[in-house]
């Protein structure tokens, strides 16, 4: 995207964020040592058995560690490669790789105002039809009500750490694991700029918009 990968992009953007003081990258395993060519000064932690680390003393504040087979397995790697200083986690998609310094620090800041945990979103514009597995509209979902959730989510650690704790399911986010729980989740106002990059139809909208805004 503009002659750089989506993953140098969300670099970018987390590094300018002031309450952002160490980047964990979980990466496909095989594409770990391809990550220092793309991100400056990023330093690859080598994971021995259960969840010891070796290099997580380096002073670097982007670290490198390979990423599992689901999000959750990802997560959890990332979040054990994460220094002990840290009692604020924001856990998010390289594929929002337009996600605005501003929208960051927001989650950072309602994490730290109190909030167990906090994920960003936008209203819902479109409208919401409940179909069945035959194609009949079985309802129409009130949209006030609901909001497009992005990433960063923000949790503090003791908490997201509690919900990796949580059996094996079908979760597709971290503050669906928490809501398990039973813990609060707080929302804030999203941004348009942290789109989900999945489709060409999205990059292309990606592109325009660093043509435009930068």
């Known amino acids: 995207m503009a002659g750089r990968p989506l993953l140098w992009h969300c670099w970018r953007n987390l590094a300018a964020a002031p309450s952002v003081g160490a980047i964990v990258i979980a990466a496909p395993p095989d594409a770990v040592d391809l990550v220092p060519e793309i ?25 490198v560690v390979a990423g599992g087979a689901t999000r959750r397995d990802s997560v959890a790697a990332a979040l054990a490669a994460t220094p002990a200083e840290y009692g604020i986690i924001l856990v998010h998609d390289a594929a929002r790789a337009l996600t605005p310094p501003e929208l960051i620090e927001t989650v950072a800041e309602a994490v730290r105002s109190g909030h167990d945990a906090v994920i960003p979103g936008l209203p819902v514009v479109d409208t919401i039809k409940e179909v069945s597995g035959d194609g009949r509209v079985v309802a129409t979902v009130d949209r006030e009500a609901l909001r497009a959730v992005q990433t960063p989510q923000g949790f503090r650690r003791e908490i ?31 941004h348009p700029r942290a789109l989900k990059i999945t489709t060409p139809w999205d990059l292309v909208i990606a592109e325009t918009i660093l043509r435009v805004d930068g």
């Open 39 to 63: 991100i400056p000064n990023a330093t690859v932690l080598t994971c021995y058995a259960g969840s010891d680390i070796a290099g997580a003393e380096s002073e670097s504040t982007v670290l």
């Open 160 to 190: 997201l750490a509690k919900a990796h704790m949580l059996p094996p399911g079908e979760h597709t986010d971290d503050a669906g694991m928490v809501e398990l729980m039973g813990a609060p989740v707080h929302t804030v106002a999203g």
